[in-house]
């Protein structure tokens, strides 16, 4: 762990004729001595995999509908197999960039519309759209689509591609249509525009986060400009079956304070939800100071527009995950869990912190034999 001290020594040393830590000449091990090792990084006080605080129920929140989106923004509905790449992170392997790269680049994996970078990639032949797979429609509540710019954005107009009147059912060309726009979460207006196989919508400030209760059913390209050029779209994150808000009232909150005194590398939020709370019943986030922290992971796993199979329609234990950062260090942080199903609100939430991977560091020896 950091910031640690041991010592080590070396059996058969007379096997070797040469020792190193990190590089460093450490020849005093061949003949029999110890050497004392010290971890680079300050030494945690508290175990970094601990319970914290209790929940206590509490007043339904005036932002609770803020917290519940703050983890709809921060999750996805991206097919499993885009989460596993990137849970995953690049390699340095050639053949396993080579299958990934044959995996992924497969139409019978592209053409399925289960990725939303698809959306901004340029190409008209791609797209992002709700799966029916096995005559189940996986969305939540009717599904949103949310787009979320990745930084506060001045955008002038934001452009809907589709490929025909089909595709943008069930919206009608020149039908009136609304979308709501953000920077925080927390303050939305609604905007209207005219659908159709290129809808344009016009913005004209600043924006962050969107969100369109109607949509059409087969999008191919999301576009944005300001001072009639393209906006770099490289950060630009959408999906497209949780529910509105709107159809997710919540009639029960609980909420633990907490303050971390110290986050070691890796870590984060556990909340877990035990108990049945009913199919997409309960949600978590956390809030420090004005600071909305959504939860980007869930078990068992958020809705997916799935490749293959579905993925696990669960009533009971959710555990979200809510990501940490050496910001929040000494801050007081609040975390809720909001139950929304009426008949399923019997649940004991808890809160643990941990981290992936384990905080160790790790010192080098190199030996070498005669």
Excluded at 260 to 280: F, M, P, R, T
Excluded at 304 to 328: C, G, Q, V
């Amino acid at each position: 762990m950091p910031g640690t001290t041991t010592s080590i020594g070396l059996l058969n040393s007379d096997q070797y004729t040469s020792a190193k830590i990190d590089g460093k000449n450490a020849d005093r091990l061949l003949k029999g001595k110890k050497l004392k090792l010290n971890f680079p990084g300050k030494e945690l006080k508290q175990n970094f995999h601990r319970q914290l605080n209790p929940f206590t129920e509490i007043a339904i929140p005036e932002d609770v509908e803020s917290l519940y989106e703050a983890t709809i923004f921060a999750a996805d509905n991206n097919a499993l197999e885009v989460r596993s790449l990137q849970r995953s992170g690049e390699t340095n392997i050639p053949e396993v960039k080579a299958a990934r790269d044959a995996f992924f680049n497969q139409e019978a994996f592209v053409n399925r519309g289960v990725w939303d970078k698809n959306l901004f990639d340029g190409d008209l032949e791609t797209g992002f759209w709700p799966q029916k797979k096995y005559r189940l429609d996986t969305r939540i509540e009717g599904g949103t689509l949310r787009l979320d710019l990745g930084a506060i954005t001045f955008l002038d107009k934001l452009i809907i591609t589709v490929p025909n009147e089909f595709a943008l059912q069930p919206l009608l060309v020149g039908e009136g249509n609304f979308v709501e726009v953000s920077t925080d979460l927390v303050h939305w207006e609604e905007l209207t525009y005219l659908a159709g196989q290129q809808s344009e919508v016009n913005i004209g400030k600043k924006v962050r986060y969107l969100r369109f209760r109607n949509f059409p059913q087969q999008i191919v390209e999301i576009e944005g400009l300001a001072n009639g050029q393209q906006l770099d779209r490289s950060q630009w994150r959408a999906s497209n079956l949780f529910a509105h808000p709107s159809r997710k009232q919540a009639k029960k909150v609980w909420k633990s304070k907490i303050v971390l005194n110290e986050i070691a590398d890796g870590s984060y939020l556990s909340v877990a939800v035990n108990g049945k709370h009913g199919i997409e019943g309960a949600y978590a986030a956390a809030k420090v100071g004005e600071q909305y922290i959504g939860a980007n992971n869930r078990a068992s796993s958020f809705p997916a527009n799935n490749w293959e199979f579905m993925t696990a329609r669960r009533d009971n234990n959710y555990t979200y995950f809510i990501p940490l950062d050496k910001s929040m260090i000494g801050k007081e942080m609040e975390v809720f869990v909001m139950g929304y199903d009426e008949d399923n609100l019997n649940i004991d939430p808890e809160l643990y912190i941990t981290a992936y991977p384990h905080p160790w560091k790790k010192i080098k020896l190199t030996l070498t034999k005669k």
